[in-house]
Nanobody
Framework: QVQLVESGGGLVQAGGSLRLSCAAS????????MGWFRQVPGKEREFVAA??????IRIYADLVKGRFTLSGDRSTGYLQMNNLRPEDTAIYYC??????????????????WGQGTQVTVSS
């Protein structure tokens, strides 16, 4: 089991930027994908972005494409979020899994999750 710890959340005005970090420990070499999801109260967890290592693929949800960027490696992943909007407000989670990349958008495929970090975007 991989342990994940997110950081970097906070309060920002619309149009601003934040960079989330996901520090991974444990058997990270076994991880095939690292994903970011977000959730607001009363709604289902939503896919944001993910990276698959082999083959190397980065995938973004349409709502964040062009604004969010993934970087990093298996030990520390980053989600750079630019031009933030109030609708981006949520708890953001990073997750790690070992599966075929065709399933990379499915939260149920990820075995390991962080505790989440709150992102609040004011208008």
């Amino acid at each position: 089991q991989v342990q994940l710890v997110e950081s970097g959340g906070g309060l920002v005005q619309a149009g601003g930027s934040l960079r989330l970090s996901c520090a991974a420990s444990g058997p990270t070499s076994t991880v095939s994908a690292m994903g970011w999801f977000r959730q607001v109260p009363g709604k289902e967890r939503e896919f944001v972005a993910a990276v698959n290592w082999r083959p190397y693929i980065r995938i973004y949800a349409d709502l964040v494409k062009g604004r969010f960027t993934l970087s990093g490696d298996r030990s520390t992943g980053y989600l750079q979020m630019n031009n933030l909007r109030p609708e981006d407000t949520a708890i953001y989670y990073c997750a790690a899994g070992r599966f075929d990349p065709v399933s990379i958008r499915e939260s149920k495929r990820y075995a390991d999750w962080g505790q989440g970090t709150q992102v609040t975007v004011s208008s």
